[in-house]
């Protein structure tokens, strides 16, 4: 949109800019909501293209879906998107103790700020057999849920983005599976970034339509 054109007063963005509520404190948070999920998207983009160079037989599946597939409950592409949140850019959650409560014979005193570590939930033997191993074909099916996976927050602190984020990424990849092959360059080692692992800055990928030699 350009600088000459006017927003519809019927939208919510037009409703937000009018309204009186808004001041210094509200904009700082709406910029930090865009800005960290600008972010998250970037490195879980990156996440998928280094898993899709690994993985090229999913990429292959994933290139041959049929509409009735990706209308079904969990195409392939987004139990690829599942199982790369699953293996990385989940890692944990922070929240602070309003009362003191008892876990497994551990107090957890009022005031505490508790870490939960979703990564290594996620390696769970128990609720992921060979969990190091990337499998998609985990999360086809019935899926996982709720305490067993949940790189978006539990309960009703769920991210209000989650679906939307897993079907961008879904979309993101089946355009990369059905016009590219794909090559990954200096993914290892991972990294910390401000807010997630992420694959190395050197981290690049050769792109190459399918059906052609790699250039």
Request: with cysteine.
């Amino acid at each position: 949109m350009s600088g000459n054109e006017a927003i519809d007063p019927a939208c919510l963005l037009a409703g937000i800019g009018n309204s009186a509520l808004i001041d210094e404190t509200l904009l700082g948070n709406l910029i930090y909501m865009v800005e960290l999920g600008r972010y998250d998207l970037r490195g879980l983009l990156r996440w998928v293209s280094k898993y899709a160079a690994e993985h090229p037989s999913w990429l292959d599946r994933i290139a041959s879906e049929t509409l009735s597939h990706v209308q079904s409950q969990t195409s392939a592409a987004e139990a690829f998107v599942l199982e790369t949140l699953r293996m990385d850019q989940s890692e944990r959650l922070m929240r602070h103790v309003l009362d003191d409560f008892v876990f497994e014979g551990y107090l957890i005193p009022r005031g505490a700020l508790l870490r939960v570590c979703m990564w290594e939930a996620h390696k769970d033997p128990d609720a992921f057999p060979s969990p190091f191993q990337f499998d998609p074909a985990r999360h086809l099916g019935e899926g996982s849920a709720g305490e067993r996976f949940s790189p978006f927050g539990l309960d009703h602190h769920l991210c209000p983005f989650a679906g939307l984020t897993v079907q961008l990424a879904a979309a993101f990849l089946r355009v990369l599976a059905k016009n590219y092959k794909i090559a990954a360059h200096d993914g290892d080692p991972a990294v910390r970034g401000p807010y997630h692992w992420q694959p190395s800055p050197g981290f690049t990928v050769d792109l190459s339509p399918r059906g052609s030699h790699p250039t």
